[in-house]
């Protein structure tokens, strides 16, 4: 079945440093990827998403790249934030999944100043 | 437009007593989901309902948990008797046209059974 996998975390960085987020993903034909982030005592929203390979999702400084040949989704951002700070989850969308969203496990952000 | 709308943000409530939680979603969107997050368990999908039926709710974990919707501007989650396990934050989301689509999330339920 369809399954998302990311780095655990927390991942802690200091302000202005280049991140990443790696994440890859089990699931047969072309299923949409996304990007979630969730700041401190609220819901998830949408960061990015991309729908097809070799599509770049981008958002507040965010990108990440679908690779079908590495199936991964990984996130980035050139340098980080304090206001960075939150737990981000990777998920894919897909047929095998009647096209429910599947999780990542979600990776704590914190930046030091 | 207000959001997805969750009440209460907290509860506190003791084992054996029911516990009811509401949301309202955004105007016109036709998928509604329940979600539970905890720290052991991540993110897990509840049930999901579909123009007000629900479609899929494997993710209930026991009878003791039911979910209605009445009608498309109203849902609730009920669990009945509560257990200090159940102890999580529970998130409404909603979304326009299919589960692909961008999910709006309230802002939870943070719910403690002592």
């Known amino acids: 079945g369809n399954s998302v996998t990311q780095m655990e975390g927390p991942v802690t960085l200091s302000e202005e440093a280049f991140l990443t987020i790696n994440c890859t993903y089990t699931?047969?034909?072309?299923?949409?990827l996304f990007w979630y982030v969730q700041y401190p005592g609220e819901g998830l929203q949408l960061l990015l998403k991309?729908?097809?390979a070799d599509d770049k999702g981008s958002n507040k400084g965010f990108e990440a790249t679908y690779r079908k040949e590495t199936t991964s989704f990984h996130l980035e951002k050139g340098s980080v934030q304090v206001s960075d700070s939150a737990v981000y989850f990777c998920?894919?969308?897909?047929?095998?999944?009647?096209?429910?969203?599947?999780w990542g496990a979600g990776t704590k952000l914190i930046i030091k100043p | 437009d207000a959001g997805v709308i969750q009440s209460p943000r907290h509860e506190v409530t003791e084992m054996g007593q029911e516990v009811t939680l509401r949301c309202k979603p955004i105007?016109?969107?036709?998928?509604l989901f329940w979600y539970r997050q905890t720290m052991m368990r991540g993110l897990e999908l509840l049930i999901y309902?579909?123009?007000?039926?629900?479609?899929?709710d494997s993710g209930m974990p026991e009878d003791r948990f039911s979910a209605k919707m009445p009608n498309a501007s109203f849902s609730t989650l009920k669990i009945q008797p509560s257990e200090p396990r159940d102890s999580a934050v529970y998130f409404c989301?909603?979304?326009?046209?299919?589960?692909?689509?961008?999910?709006?999330f309230g802002s939870g339920t943070q719910l403690s059974v002592l």
């Open positions: 989301a909603s979304s326009f046209r299919t589960a692909g689509e961008k999910l709006f």
């Open positions: 105007s016109g969107h036709d998928y």
């Open positions: 309902f579909n123009n007000n039926v629900p479609i899929d």
């Open positions: 699931a047969t034909g072309y299923p949409s």
């Open positions: 991309a729908t097809k």
């Open positions: 998920a894919l969308s897909g047929m095998d999944s009647n096209y429910q969203l599947i």
